[in-house]
């Protein structure tokens, strides 16, 4: 079990609520030793290949190109923090 809070669950729902069988997670650099562990427990938890895009990742707007013609049905993106800002009466989640 990872002991950072990555909130796979949110992945893990995502994943099963789309279908989707393969899915590309994509790192910061500080993540990617937790690269196993992360597909250990959505594959788990889920009937997704889960594969790994190991290029550089500099932010949200660092989308990898290609991905449609792999296959991806899904993309998940990790960062350290939420990049959209608050907007009163509106709760990101």
């Known amino acids: 079990m990872l002991t950072l809070n990555l909130e796979l669950e949110q992945a893990i729902d ?3 609520a789309e279908h989707a ?4 997670i ?3 650099d500080g993540l990617k030793p937790k690269a196993e562990d992360i ?3 959505l594959e788990e938890k889920t ?3 889960i594969i ?4 550089s990742c ?7 190109v290609g991905l449609e013609r792999m296959g991806v049905d899904l993309l ?5 923090t939420h990049w959209m800002p608050k907007i009163k009466g509106y709760e990101y989640g």
């Not at 069988?21 to 590309?24: M, Q, R, S």
């Not at 998940?76 to 350290?80: D, E, M, R, S, T």
């Open 47 to 49: 009937s997704a290949t």
């Open 26 to 28: 994509q790192l910061p």
């Open 21 to 24: 069988k393969l899915v590309c």
């Open 58 to 64: 500099y932010g949200a707007c660092d989308v990898p």
């Open 39 to 41: 597909k250990k427990e």
């Open 14 to 16: 995502k994943i099963n």
């Open 76 to 80: 998940i993106q990790f960062g350290h």
């Open 52 to 55: 790994f895009w190991a290029g």
